[in-house]
């Protein structure tokens, strides 16, 4: 009996350790599918990587097509406009170089007998007149006979400011040469100085010349002066030229400045597609009849089908073309009035051997006639140039250093004659098909990756890290933020985003929580770089997306399974399989009424794309101004129904707007800021200390109102509080301190002055009046020590000029406004010059111009609904007990709408992000509070 019981014994044993190797091996068996997985998941996106790299290459490809694919057939230059009326080729000369009429006419000869149609010559203001009124036209008509002797067209460019024209700041310092650049190229003082001149030109010549070129080179330094690049300058030069010239000879053709090729977009150097698009937000379109462009080939072939910004070459003429018909300048011709390539060593335009360039400019002519029918002349950049053989330009020359005549000379003869060659350049619709299968098989993997993950036991991992301490998960987040931060390949950025969205599905109010508090942190954005294009994602829209993206497939199943059992052709059912699920999320009886202002701010966005010219502008402002500040509403609406997660949300608005103004009291304390009126301004993680307040001004009121119930942390929200109110401080923003502070004090007071809102202790009391006394002191250090800019009216006299000039544009567009982010591309139209205008506003410095300017009578209406139902949401809050951080929200807004009638209110992105952030906060039901 007991050998039997000890046999049954080892055969348990036994039984339980092979059951226990089984479950091990059943625990190592699904391990290893784990582990299998998670590299078919890492070979699947890379292969997502490399294939939206692909479809990135050939959208650029298929943009980069030349307009071109037009038939040979069609005329290459229309004449119906008056631009177009120009033989097809011509050559820029430098006759003042010629001592004798003998030798300028025999070079001219020359170049007519080459099969050049026109010259094209720089009349120097400062020789003609200089001094005013004192014009001196020997040499310019001697030159100008002789060019109508040789049978050219003569194309004027008027250039060079005499030194009596110009503004104090482009005069030379004592012991410069008064011919040394960028003297004698900055423009006039008053551009009516160098109107008048043009006008005096076109009345002498105007049988003669009926091409005026107005300026050269404008959008690079030195042709500008000593002073930034300026486009909106430069077009009411053009604007005043143009009406003086033409008053004076009915017949003439204005060509917009010839624009010098370049990548940058800064202080010396804007590029043409930029420069343009300015051009035409200023309103320059009707005053010029063609636009220059110089097209350099920079050492690649003409075939090079690069055709974008970085790109200097050949085709750059046909980006040039796309971005004025983006503008919806379609009808206007283009000039290629220099293009080229240069065959001396070590020059700036890179050298190319003399055989391809030969080469190179016939093909580039011939492709130009046979598939650019928008361009109505090629110029070639120098005939003999009037410098030392050293010089890098006469690697264009088409005459030899001894004088004779260069091989170059011959290629145009044989190329200007009209071609329908179509050229070795056509790719067909070889692209398209592409596409069409990089995108096929882009969806079928990422929809293999998707069948692949849900294998994953992704929901168990995802209750383990909800069960980590809370040390443990602020150590992930630190990781993963510093991963983020330092992260410059887009695989890796993408991958921190999708294992942020895995960490908010897990806890998805913590994606809500750092998308509040990155808010302040608009401008410190991470560049998404691919394939040339750079998108700027600014911190609080990365925790957002990543927040709605973890929340997707939740939605997505629910929402399937209503439209599957809707029937599309029934209007009121179809409907029904979205209402029912945000009325199971949302709390529709309190908040009916602000989901309304939501859809409605996205209708009135969307009526204004009528008005829109520049459409990435648009799209811009349509993303940051309408649909991020709808995403924080509905993300709100879906992850905050609690009142523990909306005081968890709240918080963290206040807790960043804090952090921003500390780094913006550290950025002081060691030297930064802006001074104005004899006070050093801080200026924060911004470009402006108005726009830092705007912010700090929301978060002190905030503060405010968590400070009056915060219970343990009342002494955080006490330094919070002071922290973000020195902060403002410093900011020596009058419109906040003046406007918005007292209209939140107001509100504040006025609440907890009705009976039974507030539950105040001793404490509160004594607290009550500690800030009370603390803001006084704050207001008498003000005065005394910002006095002199309380004093200073001259703001206030260039802010009645903005809503002068920004009145004007709502005038243009009354009823649905310019759209959002369109004031920046309509405004300089309207802005009458002054010394202290200033063309590259954002808004218009003032509430109601804002919405006036932005969306027109509509915004206007809206903007009066908005105000309603903050009454009616600031009356049930003082009926409420227990509503100081309601009130204190809305002391915010009250606050931002005060500082908003001499500022900004939702024309910039973080503050439009935190207006609709606070209307989702304030629409909880009204029996519920923070």
Not at 112 to 118: E, T
Not at 312 to 318: C, I, S, T
Request: with cysteine; proline share 7%.
């Amino acid at each position: 009996m007991a050998q039997n019981a000890v046999a049954q014994n080892a055969v348990t044993q036994n039984a339980v350790a092979w059951k226990a190797v089984a479950q091990n091996a059943v625990a190592w068996k699904a391990v290893a599918q784990t582990a299998v997985r998670l590299v078919h998941l890492t070979i699947l996106y890379a292969v997502l990587c490399y294939l939206g790299v692909e479809v990135a290459l050939t959208l650029r490809d298929l943009r980069e097509q030349d307009p071109g694919g037009l038939p040979a057939a069609v005329e290459p230059h229309p004449q119906s406009s008056p631009a177009s009326r120009i033989p097809f080729i011509g050559v820029t000369v430098e006759l003042e170089q010629y001592s004798s009429r003998h030798e300028r006419q025999r070079a001219l000869q020359r170049l007519r007998g080459a099969g050049f149609g026109w010259v094209r010559q720089r009349i120097d203001w400062s020789a003609v007149e200089p001094q005013p009124g004192a014009f001196q036209w020997a040499w310019t008509d001697r030159v100008l006979t002789d060019i109508a002797a040789a049978g050219l067209v003569p194309v004027i460019v008027l250039d060079g400011s005499p030194p009596w024209a110009r503004d104090s700041r482009d005069r030379p310092p004592p012991g410069s040469l008064e011919n040394d650049l960028p003297w004698r190229l900055a423009p006039p003082a008053a551009p009516e100085t160098f109107a008048r001149f043009a006008a005096a030109f076109a009345r002498r010549y105007r049988d003669t010349v009926r091409y005026y070129q107005i300026w050269d080179e404008p959008n690079i330094a030195p042709h500008w002066g000593n002073r930034l690049i300026d486009p909106v300058g430069y077009a009411r030069l053009l604007r005043a030229a143009a009406v003086a010239v033409r008053d004076a000879d009915p017949d003439a053709v204005i060509l917009a400045a010839a624009l010098a090729p370049t990548q940058d977009r800064g202080h010396t150097a804007i590029d043409e597609g930029f420069f343009l698009q300015r051009l035409y937000a200023a309103g320059a379109a009707p005053y010029f009849d063609a636009v220059l462009v110089q097209p350099f080939g920079f050492g690649t072939a003409p075939e090079d089908a690069r055709s974008r910004v970085e790109a200097l070459n050949f085709r750059r003429a046909a980006w040039v073309r796309r971005v004025m018909v983006a503008a919806g300048d379609a009808q206007t011709p283009v000039w290629a009035v220099r293009f080229g390539w240069n065959r001396q060593i070590q020059d700036p335009w890179k050298t190319v051997p003399t055989a391809n360039q030969l080469r190179f400019t016939e093909e580039a002519i011939r492709y130009a006639r046979a598939h650019w029918p928008w361009l109505a002349a090629m110029g070639w950049p120098a005939d003999r140039p009037n410098a030392p053989p050293s010089d890098p330009l006469w690697g264009f020359s088409l005459v030899t250093a001894a004088g004779k005549d260069h091989a170059l000379l011959s290629v145009f003869n044989d190329a200007v004659q009209p071609t329908t060659h179509s050229g070795p350049f056509a790719k067909g619709d070889r692209l398209y098909v592409r596409f069409a299968l990089l995108l096929l098989a882009g969806v079928f993997l990422l929809w293999w990756a998707v069948l692949t993950s849900r294998t994953l036991p992704l929901r168990r991992w995802q209750g383990v890290y909800r069960n980590w301490p809370l040390s443990v998960k602020l150590a992930v987040w630190a990781l993963l933020l510093t991963v983020y931060y330092v992260a410059v390949w887009p695989p890796l950025i993408l991958l921190c985003w999708l294992g942020a969205a895995f960490l908010i599905a897990a806890e998805p109010l913590t994606g809500l929580m750092i998308a509040a508090a990155a808010l302040p942190f608009h401008f410190q954005h991470k560049e998404l770089r691919l394939v040339g294009a750079v998108w700027a994602v600014p911190p609080a829209q990365a925790a957002l997306l990543a927040a709605l993206l973890a929340a997707l497939p939740a939605m997505l199943p629910a929402l399937s399974q209503r439209a599957f059992r809707a029937k599309p052709w029934r209007i009121r059912t179809t409907l029904k399989t979205i209402y029912p699920l945000l009325r199971s999320t949302f709390a529709v009886r309190n908040a009916q009424y602000a989901n309304l202002l939501v859809a409605a701010w996205i209708v009135i966005s969307l009526l204004a794309a009528r008005n829109v010219w520049h459409r990435p502008g648009y799209i811009g402002g349509l993303w940051a101004l309408v649909a991020v500040p709808a995403l924080f509403y509905a993300g709100i609406r879906l992850f905050a129904v609690a009142p523990r997660q909306q005081r968890a949300v709240l918080t963290a608005l206040f807790a960043g707007g804090v952090l921003a103004a500390g780094g913006g009291i550290i950025d002081w304390l060691i030297g930064g800021g802006v001074s104005a009126d004899g006070v050093r301004r801080l200026m924060g993680h911004t470009f402006s200390p108005n726009q830092t307040a705007l912010y700090l001004l929301r978060t002190l009121f905030v503060g405010l109102g968590l400070l009056a119930t915060g219970g343990r942390r009342r002494a955080a929200f006490a330094a919070g509080c002071l922290l973000a109110a020195a902060a403002l401080l410093l900011t020596a923003s009058r419109g906040a301190l003046l406007l918005g502070l007292p209209a939140g004090i107001l509100v504040m007071v006025a609440a907890g002055s009705r009976q039974g809102c507030f539950r105040l202790g001793k404490r509160s009391a004594v607290l009550l009046t500690a800030l009370t006394g603390l803001a006084a002191a704050v207001g008498l250090e003000f005065v005394l020590l910002y006095g002199e800019r309380l004093l200073n009216l001259g703001t206030l006299h260039s802010r009645f000029a903005v809503w002068r000039d920004a009145l004007a544009l709502w005038k243009q567009y009354p009823l649905f406004g310019a759209g959002p982010g369109g004031f920046y591309w309509n405004y300089p139209a309207f802005l009458q010059p002054s010394p202290a205008a200033d063309p590259n506003l954002l808004h218009a410095h003032s509430l109601w111009l804002e919405y006036a300017t932005g969306w027109g009578v509509v915004g206007l209406l809206w903007l009066a609904a908005l105000l309603g139902w903050l009454v009616s949401a600031l009356r049930r809050s003082s009926r409420q007990p227990y509503a100081l951080r309601r009130i204190g929200l809305l002391a915010a807004l009250v606050a931002g709408l005060a500082h908003a009638q001499v500022d900004a209110f939702v024309s910039l992105p973080e503050l439009a992000a935190w207006n609709f952030t606070a209307l989702a906060l304030l629409s909880i039901p009204s029996d519920t509070t923070m």
